[in-house]
């Protein structure tokens, strides 16, 4: 599954907004870097802080943990 995964930059972005699926509203969190490669995604029924602060810790761990791998 990560073998499709871009190469991300070290500049990015994490974007809140919402869509509709299947009728409904849901927020949609993503992590986006510079260059416009999406690193990660999140979507709930609610706008929850405690949701966003869990993705943004996600998103700078994965984040992370590909640099250091590429550093390898």
Same mark, same amino acid.
């Given at each position: 599954?990560n073998?499709?995964?871009?190469?991300?930059?070290n500049?990015w972005?994490?974007?809140?907004?919402?869509?509709?699926?299947?009728?409904?509203?849901?927020?949609?969190?993503?992590a986006?870097?510079?260059? $416009? =490669?999406?690193?990660? /995604?999140?979507t +709930?029924?609610? @706008?929850?802080k405690?949701?966003?602060?869990?993705?943004l810790n996600?998103a700078? $761990? =994965?984040?992370?943990? /590909?640099?250091? +791998?590429q550093? @390898?």
């Open positions: 599954m073998q499709h995964k871009k190469k991300v930059t500049s972005r994490l974007d809140e907004t919402y869509i509709k699926v299947a009728g409904k509203e849901r927020f949609l969190y993503r986006v870097d510079k260059q $416009g =490669n999406i690193i990660d /995604f999140a +709930n029924q609610k @706008r929850m405690g949701l966003a602060q869990k993705f996600k700078i $761990g =994965n984040v992370w943990k /590909f640099e250091n +791998n550093r @390898r």
